[in-house]
């Protein structure tokens, strides 16, 4: 979300007459920014934008993204030659900030969540040009216990199923075959609008938009992804064999302390349905370990957990603790070198489950989008619909460009993160 942040903010900036340049140095402004969702990415900002000091004489600096929203004016204070500081649902007004700098404001915020509104911005620049993100919701109104989001994204808006659409359809007008759409919670989206579809059936109309070859969408809460979604994956293959469902914690006891709003049971029912449905999904998550209190029991779980779902994939992190968050204050503080141990745990039995997950496919014919070429491997590389790197050889002397294209590419080997082969059709 962040990287499709900075890509609107670049967008709505040229389209007001800036333009972009290669690298800092040549820059008259300077936007970072910002993700807090774990670790002291306060720190590395602040780090970041000290080393600019001294070279940066003359440039007006701007911290954007949650360390902005989350330090506020404090950023002023601890780094003083910094001008602007607005989170992200401020950026629709960014046009206007920067004219107050221009005109010699020497200290402007965008901090309030009062007007907050979808981003919604036609000048979007992206900065690939065969997928494409494409923001449906932003905010969250969850409250996981650890989580920051909902501080600094703020509340959930959800843009109108007219907006989603007109711009799904344009990204296919410009060539784009393969469509992200993104939110915290894409489950939770509300069409505002009287016609009030729900995320079913958006994902089903964006899917049927006459020249998408993919979409896929990120995140989802397990609370909220309800069996519609599955039906309208299930009817049309356009929207990919991927399924993205964080469960955090194998433990329910862990689930109510985080405050999920499901239990391991009501979580493990979105996986029966998911296997049970008429296609193969990939199946990914995310772990955190060492959440405050979580037993050697409760990590067991998680580990269980692990080895009855056998992800294609999963994101693991150590617990880490967010200002204004429930768990901040939480007793039984996990140790760090424990979180540590347990990290390497789960990823080590992770490891293992996907070099077989893997291997699995290893024989089948598999459709990528190729992405671009390892010049030095004389390789092309894409990805398939189940979301895996498949790096393949083409035809000798066949020199034509192919990103961009669709190929089918038979597997010859697997590893833990990617699979080997070539391609199995002559284009
Ligand atoms: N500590 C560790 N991991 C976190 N995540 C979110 N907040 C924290 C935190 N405070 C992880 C969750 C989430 C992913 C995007 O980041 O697993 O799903
Ligand atoms: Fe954070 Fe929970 Fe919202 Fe996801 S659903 S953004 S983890 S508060």
Redesign the pocket.
């Known amino acids: 979300m962040n990287a499709h942040d900075s890509e609107k903010v670049v967008g709505t900036l040229v389209n007001e007459g800036y333009a972009q340049v290669a690298t800092p140095e040549e820059a008259g402004l300077v936007l970072y920014n910002t993700c807090s969702?774990?670790d002291k990415a306060e720190q590395k900002v602040f780090n970041r934008l000290q080393n600019f000091k001294r070279a940066g004489k003359g440039k007006i600096f701007g911290v954007l993204g949650c360390v902005a929203q989350q330090e506020g004016e404090k950023i002023f204070e601890r780094a003083p030659h910094v001008s602007l500081v607005a989170g992200s649902a401020n950026y629709h007004q960014l046009g206007q900030m920067l004219v107050q700098l221009e005109m010699g404001n020497r200290r402007v915020t965008g901090l309030s969540f009062e007007n907050a509104e979808a981003f919604d911005t036609p000048f979007t620049r992206r900065d690939n040009p065969h997928r494409a993100f494409l923001t449906i919701i932003e905010g969250c109104d969850k409250s996981c216990a650890?989580?920051?989001v909902p501080f600094t994204r703020g509340p959930e808006r959800s843009r109108t199923s007219d907006s989603v659409m007109a711009e799904a359809r344009g990204l296919v007008e410009k060539g784009y075959t393969e469509v992200q759409l993104l939110g915290q919670n894409v489950n939770s989206y509300r069409d505002p609008s009287p016609a009030g579809w729900d995320f079913a059936v958006l994902l089903s109309r964006v899917a049927e938009i006459p020249g998408m070859r993919r979409v896929r969408y990120t995140t989802s809460h397990p609370r909220d992804f309800v069996r519609p979604i599955v039906d309208a994956m299930d009817a049309n293959t356009v929207i990919c064999d991927h399924i993205h469902l964080?469960v955090?914690s194998g433990s329910s006891r862990v689930l109510a302390a985080m405050d999920r709003l499901y239990t391991r049971e009501e979580y493990m029912r979105r996986i029966e349905w998911i296997k049970n449905a008429k296609r193969r999904y990939s199946l990914t998550t995310?772990?955190?370990v060492g959440f405050p209190g979580e037993t050697d029991a409760d990590f067991q779980q998680t580990l269980d957990l692990l080895d009855e779902v056998q992800y294609d994939s999963l994101?693991s992190?150590?617990?880490?603790?967010?200002p204004n968050t429930a768990a901040l204050h939480m007793e039984d503080r996990i140790p760090e070198e424990e979180k540590s141990r347990r990290l390497a745990i789960v990823q080590e039995k992770q490891r293992a489950i996907q070099i077989r997950r893997n291997a699995d496919l290893v024989g089948t014919i598999q459709e990528v989008l190729v992405e671009g070429r390892n010049t030095a491997l004389n390789q092309w590389v894409g990805h398939t619909t189940c979301h895996r790197t498949l790096n393949f050889s083409h035809t000798a002397g066949d020199e034509r460009d192919l990103a961009g294209t669709y190929l089918s590419v038979r597997v010859n080997r697997a590893g833990p993160n990617s699979l080997v082969g070539e391609t199995a059709t002559v284009v």
Request: charged share 25%; with cysteine; aromatic share 24%.
């Open positions: 969702i774990r650890y989580c920051v964080p955090q995310d772990i955190i994101f992190f150590k617990y880490s603790p967010r």
